[in-house]
């Protein structure tokens, strides 16, 4: 990727009602007045406003958005066209014909970072507006896109600097009486303190940007197939009073309490002569391995109640599971077994206790039960070099208190370097590569 060429890309999916063409870069006036044509051409008086005019044979709106104020900080050209991939071809054309090349994913958005317009949180944050999964995420995301933690990194860097600044002047002149800051290790301290508050909002971050895998296992009959259509809010699973209806996993993406949720319910789990239900259960086996929560149902109102306590016992994970009797309106009166680690008692069928569960579906996801809207969450890029960012800065208040002021200032460069490269003030030509590759075309 570099800024001199002309580049363009379709900025919506195939199928919509229009297209809309992107073009960026010093010929982008030019290139779009090649390819429009309207009873005035695109200039820069006419800026931000919408003309209509013709794309070969199919008549389009342009706009153009002279640099430095458009979203790349290039001149950009946007053609809206009707919709459908023929027209989207011949527009494409006809701009890669003008002297475009196709733009790499990410591409525009990595223009506005070199240009300045957004920092590296700022144009990771785009990519998160656009795969947000729920309300939340959005919230957090749209948040970071206005500069919320791109400025909060940038005080810690320049204080940081201060740090630095600090201690290298007492190498270069160690035998003046300088004026010691005395409180610069408790400053350090309180930027320590700073860093790992960041640093703690990497978990709902990730839960946020990423889902969380949620598995419905449990007995056959146990209502599994029951609580996803609730969960859902629709009927996406079969159900049915006879035991081993759901063979194969079945999938489903919902938000639970702003969290993104990939729910999977799956076949039964019991020992079973049939081919095909021992295929279910094995594929259900895996779901559970590899699910973040599980949520294991056992049936309240079951004629066996020591083989739902067996399978569970057995197979059911350790950690990462919220156990649960179900169909409690029919077991009112009868006296169920002990969990290890408890149980909840929910009936899917009257919708009795599911904001209880509800809330542990989030106390264990996101440590909350009703997830607020966090002010930053990082994402694991951020995590890491947060992490460099607070050992470098706690070696150099060790460092600084013992008078090693050369390593003090070597290890608070380390973290200026790690902070910096969050924001991108300093970052490697593959880390950008790797960031915007994960953008989609024409974004
Ligand atoms: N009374 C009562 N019946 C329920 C409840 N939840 C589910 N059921 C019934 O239990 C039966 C089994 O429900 P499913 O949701 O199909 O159970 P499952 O765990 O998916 O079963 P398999 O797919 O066979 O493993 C159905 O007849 C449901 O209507 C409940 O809370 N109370
Ligand atoms: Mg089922």
Same mark, same amino acid.
């Given at each position: 990727?570099?800024?001199?060429?002309?580049?363009?890309?379709?900025?919506?999916?195939?199928?919509?009602?229009?297209?809309?063409?992107r073009i960026s870069g010093p010929a982008a006036l030019e290139i779009g007045n090649r390819i429009w044509s309207g009873k005035t051409p695109l200039e820069p008086a006419s800026a931000r406003m919408m003309k209509?005019?013709? +794309?070969?044979?199919?008549?389009?709106?342009?706009v153009c958005m002279p640099g430095p104020g458009s979203y790349t900080g290039d001149d950009v050209v946007e053609l809206h066209c009707h919709g459908g991939?023929?027209?989207? #071809?011949?527009?494409?054309k006809l701009a890669l014909d003008a002297g475009c090349r196709?733009?790499?994913?990410?591409?525009?958005?990595?223009?506005?970072?070199?240009?300045?317009?957004?920092? @590296?949180?700022?144009?990771?944050?785009v990519a998160d507006v656009v795969s947000a999964g729920s309300d939340l995420a959005l919230k957090v995301a749209e948040r970071q896109l206005a500069g919320a933690l791109g400025e909060e990194l940038d005080q810690i860097y320049w204080t940081i600097n201060e740090f630095r600044a600090e201690c290298e002047s007492r190498l270069d002149f160690p035998e003046e009486e @300088?004026?010691?800051?005395?409180? @610069?290790?408790?400053k350090m301290e309180r930027v320590s303190d700073a860093l790992k508050r960041l640093l703690a909002t990497r978990q709902i971050g990730s839960t946020l940007r990423d889902? +969380?895998?949620l598995v419905l296992a449990g007995r056959p009959n146990a209502g599994k197939s029951s609580l996803l259509n609730l969960l859902l809010g629709y009927e996406r699973a079969i159900v049915s009073p006879v035991p081993g209806t759901t063979r194969d996993t079945v999938e489903a993406e919902t938000v639970l309490r702003g969290i993104p949720v990939r729910i999977t319910d799956t076949a039964g789990l019991r020992d079973s002569s049939d081919p095909v239900e021992r295929l279910g259960v094995e594929r259900s086996r895996r779901s559970i391995a590899a699910a973040h929560l599980t949520i294991w149902l056992l049936d309240a109102a079951a004629d066996d109640l020591e083989a739902e306590i067996t399978e569970f016992t057995l197979h059911a994970p350790v950690d990462n599971r919220i156990a649960v009797w179900n169909k409690i309106d029919l077991a009112s009166e009868r006296n169920l077994p002990e969990i290890p680690g408890g149980a909840l008692r929910i009936s899917v069928k009257n919708r009795e206790n599911i904001d209880s569960l509800l809330d542990a579906v989030a106390e264990r996801t996101v440590h909350s039960?009703?997830?607020? #809207?966090?002010? +930053?969450? +990082?994402?694991?890029?951020?995590?890491?070099?947060?992490?460099?960012?607070?050992?470098?800065?706690?070696?150099a208040k060790t460092h600084s208190t013992e008078g090693m002021f050369e390593i003090a200032a070597a290890r608070l460069r380390d973290a200026l370097q790690a902070v910096g490269a969050i924001t991108g003030k300093n970052v490697e030509p593959d880390v950008l590569d790797q960031i915007f590759s994960r953008f989609c075309i024409g974004k």
């Open positions: 990727m570099n800024t001199f060429d002309n580049i363009v890309a379709p900025a919506t999916g195939t199928g919509g009602a229009i297209t809309i063409l209509l005019g013709r +794309v070969g044979i199919d008549s389009a709106l342009a991939a023929a027209v989207a #071809e011949q527009a494409l196709m733009a790499e994913p990410g591409e525009f958005t990595f223009r506005a970072f070199v240009n300045g317009k957004l920092d @590296l949180t700022q144009a990771e944050a @300088l004026d010691w800051d005395s409180a @610069l290790p408790e889902g +969380v895998d039960a009703r997830p607020a #809207e966090p002010p +930053v969450a +990082v994402n694991a890029r951020a995590a890491d070099e947060l992490e460099k960012a607070v050992d470098a800065v706690a070696d």
